[in-house]
């Protein structure tokens, strides 16, 4: 369809969209964590029109965005927060939206008396850019319809000053003057193609924390860390096919989440492979490397990681570690002072100097006994 209004965010005169009178939306009669969806359709992104300074960008004008249409079930500003979030997230293990383009969305609002009668006209709240927003817009627009009852318009939210201000009144669909797009041809869904869609729909987040908990036997502070992002808990539950689970939780939600977060990217843009990882973790199990060691080689991990096999093995021979840790206290004799005067730190100092000249390699419980030797504990 085309969707007519005359405003500077619109410079064709029409939007391309598959809402109105007449149109067939992509899906109706939806469920998502409780609340109706009464429509799902795509429609093409305005541009964004700046009321302080007149100003257009039109950056993401005329790019394709599906557009979901909740039933009015909301009844809190929290139960919009909560629901938006949930599903963002779910929307991301679909692979269907790119969270770092951030969220539009269009708020309506209006009050009810307590048998459900209509107590203010709705009021449109367009284009707020954020699910904090959101919360923020709802909460303020419920008080001033209290305070001063509404009529039937649409509005804009200031997220420095919190508060919403008219943009115009509010169009029928009648003044929308929807008619079919002529050049653009219709949107065909078969059953088949419905039906490899659902078969590639991956578990969402709600039923894989759920089987993390369960399955797993994870606590669900950790399980919600692995449900955050669908890649690392499909990652997770590769790796415990091959190790168990209870080790390798923490090399996955601590160690390799610091190593992404550290360079700034998610799983999905990386290349780990299950097997290297699997072998790293094994390597530390079996004693041949140490923590430190393993931590070392899963910083190199990315952006590709590699068979660490190959990699030296930890020192734990005395006789090897011995010289080492006698020149390192010889060569920090302020360290050994305030050692012998009971300070921790100093002492795990001289630990540490002692892996930086082995590259990580020295068996700390060995280097700890050596050290203690050397001092006279």
């Known amino acids: 369809m085309r969707k007519h209004y ?6 064709k005169g029409y939007q391309n969209t598959m809402s109105g009178p007449h149109a067939v939306p992509l899906g109706v009669n939806g469920k998502f964590e409780n609340i109706m969806i009464e429509s799902m359709h795509m429609e093409e992104d305005p541009a964004a029109w700046d009321p302080k300074t007149g100003a257009v960008d039109y950056n993401r004008s005329g790019l394709p965005l ?8 909301f009844r809190t ?16 293990y679909l692979k269907a939206v790119d969270t770092n383009a951030g969220v539009k969305a269009d708020v309506n609002v209006s009050l009810t008396e307590d048998d459900g009668q209509q107590k203010t006209e709705r009021v449109e709240i367009k284009n707020i850019t ?3 927003a959101m919360k923020s817009a709802v909460l303020f627009e419920f008080e001033r319809q209290k305070k001063e009852g509404s009529v039937r318009e649409t509005r804009r939210f200031d997220e420095v000053k919190g508060v919403t201000m008219r943009m115009r009144g509010k169009e029928q669909a009648d003044d929308y003057r929807f008619i079919v797009d002529p050049d653009l041809n219709s949107v065909i869904l078969s059953d088949k193609f419905i039906a490899e869609q659902k078969k590639l729909i991956p578990e969402l987040p709600s039923f894989k924390l759920d089987k993390l908990i369960k399955k797993y036997k994870i606590d669900e502070k950790d399980a ?39 360079n700034n990217k998610k799983l999905s843009d990386v290349s780990v492979s299950v097997e290297h990882f699997v072998k790293l973790l094994k390597m530390v199990e079996s004693e041949k490397i140490t923590e430190l060691q393993a931590k070392q080689i899963l910083n190199k991990f990315v952006p590709k990681s ?64 050596l050290i203690d030797k050397a001092l006279g504990k």
């Open 6 to 11: 005359d405003w500077p965010d619109l410079p």
């Open 66 to 73: 599906v557009e979901i249409v909740t039933a009015p079930e």
């Open 77 to 92: 500003a929290d139960e919009v927060y909560i629901w938006v979030n949930k599903l963002v997230h779910a929307l991301s």
């Open 130 to 132: 954020s699910i904090d």
């Open 224 to 262: 919600s860390v692995l449900a955050k992002d669908v890649d690392v808990a499909v990652f997770f539950e590769d790796v415990v096919k091959h190790i168990d689970g209870k080790f390798a939780l923490h090399w996955v939600t601590v160690e390799l989440l610091r190593v992404l977060n550290y």
């Open 306 to 369: 590699f068979d660490p096999s190959n990699v030296e093995g930890k020192i734990s021979s005395e006789k090897e570690l011995e010289p080492i840790v006698k020149k390192v206290i010889s060569d920090n004799s302020n360290a050994v002072l305030e050692c012998r005067n009971g300070d921790v730190k100093a002492f795990n100092f001289l630990i540490g100097e002692v892996m930086r000249a082995t590259n990580r390699r020295a068996d700390s419980s060995v280097t700890r006994k």
